[in-house]
């Protein structure tokens, strides 16, 4: 039992030193399938041949399973360890062999034993002798500590798979890495997207490419280990490499956003009856010049769009859809500064166009008349006037009533050119019938 005890301390302390040897001599050459075929059935070997020695030939002895000491040698150790008992046991064990017994003999054996009797054999193994080599099993657990708070996490783990696999190729790690720098690899479609590349380990290449659509093309160095590259005008979704000096990255994915963008813009107007003028369309531009009251219909013709607004300073209107077809109607009264903006899930607001719609405000026609009279006959006043509209004349009429009495006017239809501008001259009265002695206005 005491040789068991002592084998397993020895047995932990040395099989896991060579096994972490085993995982050391792995991480540090990267050995070939051949060579850590080797390295593992050498573990293997060893590991056997240390729990043969240590805890397979104790177990044999304890459980009987191997012949154990003699019993001559068995006494002489306690005859070592006691001084009482000296070589006695051995003179009891070598009497008891005799074969000429007699009764001299046999109290002789009786005498010896009973002097034998208070002493515990069993006191002679001392257990906490195991002790001291406690120390060796420690030895392996104070390397694998500090290894791995000093080392790198997987020193142990990375290697303990390679071994383990010995038939499987590893290749060792390369020398640097490639870190993207970008927050996000998405491009805007038809916009030019920089991509900015980092190497971090222990050496730090000249040069760098990257590799996509089949082509490699050289990226600028902007700093030792900093790269960059500019993809001109992406349209569709790019899969690239990086590579420099043997080492390649993994594969990425540039993304591109699809712009909400305009196909098509026109601007319906329709003008008020009262100005006469025939609608009109404005294809491509959103700015003119239009009566009040004109109604105003943009129709547009989009892709990859989801919303289009018109945006005033303080007011929004999204603009009514059917199959990427967009169109709002408003009527305009003063004059509209406006913005058209188009978005998507992705893109809010992305294409901002600015327009102004000035207004014609509705003036009243204008009249100018000047009143004589005549010199032969002070009943009679000639009116000389000029009238004129925008939009065009369509009544000139006389209003006349008795001098302060407004409520019975009477009205006469005066002749007129229905254009912008007329003049006219009418004599008072006339052909009236007015009633005599009463004053007009």
Do not use: C
């Not at 039992?1 to 302390?13: D, S, V, Y």
């Not at 303080?314 to 978005?343: C, H, P, R």
């Amino acid at each position: 039992t005491n040789e068991l005890i002592k084998g397993a301390i020895l047995f932990f302390a040395i099989g896991v030193l060579y096994f972490l040897l085993t995982l050391l001599v792995e991480y540090f050459l990267w050995l070939s399938p051949a060579g850590r075929t080797v390295l593992f059935w050498s573990f293997v070997a060893v590991e056997a041949a240390l729990f043969v020695r240590f805890i397979a030939f104790p177990l044999a002895k304890l459980f009987k399973l191997q012949q154990g000491i003699s019993h001559e040698q068995a006494s002489k150790i306690i005859g070592g360890h006691f001084p009482e008992v000296n070589d006695k046991l051995l003179n009891v064990i070598q009497l008891n062999r005799n074969q000429r017994e007699s009764e001299l003999l046999a109290a002789s054996i009786d005498q010896k034993a009973s002097e034998m009797q208070p002493v515990p054999f069993k006191s002679a193994v001392n257990f906490k002798k195991n002790t001291k080599y406690l120390k060796y099993a420690a030895i392996p657990v104070v390397i694998f500590l500090l290894a791995s708070v000093l080392g790198e996490k997987d020193l142990f783990s990375s290697s303990y798979e390679r071994v383990v696999n010995y038939d499987t190729a590893y290749e060792p790690p390369a020398p640097f890495s490639f870190f993207v720098l970008n927050d996000n690899l998405n491009a805007i479609e038809n916009n030019a997207y920089t991509l900015q590349v980092r190497t971090d380990g222990l050496v730090i290449p000249e040069n760098a490419s990257i590799t996509y659509n089949g082509e490699s093309y050289y990226l600028q160095q902007t700093a030792p280990g900093m790269f960059e590259y500019t993809f001109s005008q992406p349209v569709e979704p790019i899969d690239f490499k990086l590579k420099a000096n043997k080492v390649t990255s993994r594969s990425y994915t540039l993304d591109v956003v699809k712009t909400p963008s305009l196909l098509g813009f026109e601007m319906v107007l329709n003008y008020p009856g009262y100005t006469g003028k025939k609608d009109e369309v404005l294809k491509s531009t959103g700015n003119a010049t239009v009566p009040e009251g004109t109604q105003v219909t943009w129709n547009v013709a989009t892709k990859n769009t989801e919303t289009v607004q018109l945006k005033t300073r303080d007011t929004s209107y999204v603009f009514s859809e059917a199959d990427q077809q967009f169109n709002f109607q408003k009527d305009v009264y003063g004059k509209l500064d406006y913005a058209i903006t188009t978005s998507n899930k992705k893109l809010i607001d992305y294409e901002n166009l600015s327009f102004t719609i000035g207004v014609i405000k509705d003036e009243y026609p204008e009249i100018d008349v000047e009143s004589k009279q005549d010199s032969t006959n002070s009943e009679l006043v000639y009116f000389l006037g000029r009238v004129s509209d925008d939009y065009g004349l369509t009544k000139l009429r006389l209003v006349y009533y008795p001098e302060g009495e407004k409520e019975q006017q009477q009205v006469e239809p005066l002749p007129l050119n229905k254009s912008n501008f007329d003049q006219f001259v009418y004599t008072f009265p006339g052909d009236l019938d007015l009633s005599e002695g009463v004053a007009y206005e």
